[in-house]
């Protein structure tokens, strides 16, 4: 059992960062591949991206490559999502997400969730 929460969230003027927290309960975080969505207000969940359990891999959809940043600190119990140059489209309430294994392109079976942290970034 893993419990997740975010944080870092906030309003941000476009072309600006914030760094996302997510930070997990339990002694197995290192275990799991970590993962972040996006929901934009009426709209589907979006995949933002994930690292693998030891931090040696990630992935990034395509709308956030070059932007976005995913780490993790297992030490730490912790993920990062770092999110650089900013557009407004980027507005959305974020989730932290873990599974273990599957691949890191795929956004299913991904089993634990955090509540989510509110991102806006304002024009």
């Known amino acids: 059992q893993v419990q997740l929460v975010e944080s870092g969230g906030g309003l941000v003027q476009a072309g600006g960062s914030l760094r996302l927290s997510c930070l997990a309960s339990?002694?197995?975080?290192?275990?799991?591949?970590m993962g972040w969505f996006r929901q934009a207000p009426g709209k589907e969940r979006d995949y933002v991206g994930a690292?693998?359990?030891?931090?040696?891999?990630?992935y990034y959809a395509d709308s956030v490559k070059g932007r976005f940043t995913i780490s993790r600190d297992n030490a730490k119990n912790a993920a990062y999502l770092q999110m650089n140059s900013l557009k407004a489209e980027d507005t959305a309430v974020y989730y932290c997400?873990?599974?273990?294994?599957?691949?890191?392109?795929?956004?299913?079976?991904?089993?634990?969730w955090g509540l989510g942290t509110q991102v806006t970034v304002s024009s």
């Open positions: 997400a873990a599974r273990y294994g599957g691949s890191l392109d795929s956004p299913t079976d991904y089993r634990y």
């Open positions: 339990g002694r197995t975080f290192g275990y799991y591949n």
């Open positions: 690292i693998s359990w030891n931090g040696g891999s990630t």
